[in-house]
């Protein structure tokens, strides 16, 4: 049974969060400094709870020890603020003394640490007082000492999980020892998933223009999104967003195009041509300006007729779209607002930055994610220099730019795609895990040969059979472990190919 709370009761208790990708890159033997994703002054730390529960007369040296050692770890975490008594709780008095000072402080999770068997009143109080999901960590239970029960953690954690699950309270769970690299790596999963949450509750998506003519793929429910979710969609007309590029500062342009300039390399062969590249800029800092005129994070874009057309504008925006996306400002092709939440959802997920795509090729030991040159060049293969050219199928190819051309970086990888149910009560989420294969420019654009976990055959039926859209985010790592905790707590239905 999956575990939902209404939004509503939730809006006063998210904001993004957002983490930038590795600081450098390699790229053909120059050293890139990659982009600090964008943040705004409104912005706050993640806060984090932290309830070492324990029971009257079973604190010991090593709980302590596992006490400190939980809250040190906690304190490492980037952008995490720790909130945590300086003892631990074992009677209800006690813990609703830090409850009442929560309520000031308002935490965005808790992490309720199981250090040995505990009240049962104390973790649903605060999550439901507070309005926050709820971590529930357990430890191993060390060999009896003469018989006798030594902790009984997990006991502990199986009780407060059954209330969460009747409260219908969003919750995850950890078993390993304090002081591990196994808590380091399962708490940091789990955290990024509550972070995940927290930034849906407050998504505010910028859809520029509407989907493009019969993708019915890239059709969204926009009541029914925030309603489930949280994120709002702001309309965007492509008129305000030509008109902004056109009236744009010399000195807003030339930042627009030195941004170009360090991402991608323009070769004289196939550049873009005449004022093509400049109207790139143009949009790149046009939709900068946007994003602080309607207080948006991501954006979705109708990136064609309209924007080709030479009476509107005149270019094809492939690369300007994969340059917003690899400096913070995530935006999915065609109109896809689900592919935008997906991509989002997979940045704070993997810590990367994600590469909306199509699959173009399933069969065999491996497929082909794809798409016309619009991947940010952060994800370039490692030796390989990205470079800006016309688009190798708009008017035929090699008439129009601007497209970034580069084949992706292998690793484990996770293909997700977020649509609706068929009835369209919900919402569904595809997941994929497989790994990134080291791969050829063999197709114009920006491609990656995935190996899937399941097999191209499997992966085949289910996107067939059950009528998927076609577009997806790519993230790297195999982020199925997530995805499973998001999709339980949001009452996403997921179908999982592994």
């Known amino acids: 049974m999956a575990m939902q709370f209404p939004m509503d009761c939730w809006e006063d208790k998210f904001e993004i969060t957002v983490e930038a990708a590795d600081d450098k890159a390699d790229r053909g033997g120059e050293t890139l400094k990659l982009p600090t994703i964008p943040t705004t002054e409104t912005m706050q730390p993640f806060k984090i709870g932290y309830l070492p529960l324990s029971k009257v007369n079973w604190t010991n040296d090593t709980l302590e020890a596992a006490r400190a050692d939980a809250i040190a770890f906690l304190k490492t975490l980037p952008g995490v603020e720790v909130l945590a008594p300086d003892h631990m709780l074992a009677l209800e008095g006690e813990a609703i003394e830090v409850l009442d000072a929560w309520e000031k402080d308002r935490p965005d999770l808790i992490v309720a640490h199981f250090l040995t068997f505990s009240l049962g009143v104390v973790p649903p109080m605060f999550a439901q007082r507070l309005k926050v999901p709820i971590l529930l960590w357990s430890q191993p239970e060390p060999d009896p000492k003469g018989g006798r029960l030594q902790n009984n953690s997990f006991c502990a954690a199986n009780m407060n999980a059954h209330h969460m699950w009747r409260l219908g309270i969003p919750y995850f769970y950890v078993h390993a020892q304090a002081g591990t690299k196994e808590a380091e790596e399962s708490l940091m999963k789990q955290i990024r998933v509550a972070q995940a949450m927290k ?17 019915f793929t890239s059709c969204v429910d926009e009541m029914m999104l925030r309603r489930t979710l949280g994120p709002e969609v702001k309309i965007i007309t492509e008129h305000e967003l030509f008109t902004v590029a056109k009236n744009l500062t010399p000195e807003e342009v030339a930042k627009g195009m030195a941004l170009i300039d360090g991402d991608l390399a323009t070769p004289p062969a196939d550049a873009p041509r005449g004022d093509q590249k400049e109207k790139s800029a143009r949009l790149v800092a046009a939709v900068m300006k946007l994003k602080e005129k309607f207080f948006v994070d991501t954006f979705a874009m109708r990136c064609w007729p309209e924007v080709i ?3 509107f504008y005149g270019i094809a925006v492939c690369s300007t779209l994969g340059h917003l996306t690899n400096h913070g400002y995530l935006t999915a092709c065609e109109g896809d607002v689900y592919g935008a939440v997906m991509m989002r959802i997979g940045q704070i997920l993997s810590g990367e930055l994600p590469f909306f795509c199509d699959l173009i090729i399933c069969e065999g030991d491996h ?45 484990r990888v996770t293909l997700a795609r977020l649509g609706e149910k068929r009835d369209g009560t919900g919402f569904r989420m595809l997941v994929c895990p497989g790994t990134g294969l080291d791969t050829d420019l063999f197709v114009r654009g920006t491609p990656l040969d995935v190996r899937f976990d399941a097999g191209c055959e499997a992966v085949r039926r289910e996107v067939m059979e059950n009528g998927w859209e076609h577009h997806y985010a790519l993230m790297y790592g195999d982020r199925t472990e997530e995805l499973t905790a998001l999709c339980r707590n949001l009452n996403i239905e997921m179908h999982l190919v592994k």
């Open 199 to 215: 930034a849906l509750g407050r998504m505010r998506i910028g859809l520029i223009g509407g989907r493009v003519p019969g993708f």
């Open 309 to 311: 057309l030479d009476e």
């Open 367 to 411: 497929g082909t994610v794809w798409h016309c040159g619009a991947a940010p060049c952060s994800l370039c293969k490692p030796g390989f220099r990205p470079e800006l050219h016309c688009s190798a199928t708009v008017e035929g190819g090699g008439v129009k730019g601007c497209t970034g051309e580069f084949p992706l970086k292998p690793g």
